[in-house]
């Protein structure tokens, strides 16, 4: 019984049109799908991921404009890692960041591969690493103009940050069954673990920072909500919510989401983590070629749509 990687991650943004313009045109991903927080219709849910919203591409923002600046700490996904095929992919996106003005660090080298390090403009913790030409299941959107072979080919996985590795670890080996596959020191005498899932590689790893010095994270705009992990179906998420059960996690029930199916639990106080399927997909409800360019609702919130979209401040997105 294995999670498959990735499936999105989901943050928060307090500037909604300039995280869309971030997100399409600096980055070159594509607006799949513009929709509200199902569980709090005022806010925006904007999803950005590849051509096709493949699952294991899909970044997600909740628009919450009040809400104060994230705090970066301990106890928290820290870092989101996008994957691109090559060095020169690299050596292309530091020089877009300088033309853009976008903040970054030099390219480094981690766990074998190289990696380039930047923020969005909110302080959202983004990396992009070299995934060395592995196998790619989804299509790039070339809609920005950014050239295919630099493209961003959806995730490569995410960084925990966690004060001990004692309580952590056993629910991401023993429960999840991740394989600890590298073990580093960093910069700052800091432990860095990677678990892989499914055999590992691109889109499989989850990177794990021992920081017990730091306070604890406090999420706001340029943070990260939750992430979420693949599933085929209903049939494998059923057997991982009884496995989650059985071990006294506390989970959520099932949640339709209309383009995946979800379930949810913590592994820390901070830390939320979800299981969704691969499918129905964002082409539920739109033509392929026009996703992202009106306000999708799911059916159950389609009756509200006037009393929706009254309350929500339009977004003007550049479709490039």
Known sequence: MQLHGVHHVTAVTAQISKNAAFYTQTLGLRLVKKSVNQDDTSAYHLFYADKLGSPGTDMTFFDWPDIGPNYRGSDSIANTLFRVNGRAALDYWVARFDELGVRHEGIST???RDMLRFEDPEGQQLTL???QGASYEGEVWLGAG???EHAIRGFYGV????PTLNYLEPI????LG???????????????????MDGGGPGKEVHVVEQPKLRSARLGAGGVHHVAFRVKDLDEQREWRQ???RVGLGVSQFIDRYYFNSIYFRVSNNILFEIATDGPGFATD???ETLGERLALPPFLEPHRAEIEAGLKPIEVQQA
């Open 146 to 148: 950014i050239p295919e």
């Open 172 to 175: 991401l080996t023993q429960v």
């Open 286 to 288: 739109e033509p392929l």
């Open 178 to 196: 991740w394989q600890e596959t590298h073990r580093e020191t960093n910069a700052d005498d800091e432990t860095v673990i990677v678990y892989s």
């Open 110 to 112: 981690f766990a074998g």
């Open 243 to 245: 496995r989650l059960v």
């Open 129 to 131: 690493v070299d995934d």
């Open 159 to 162: 960084a925990l940050s966690t």
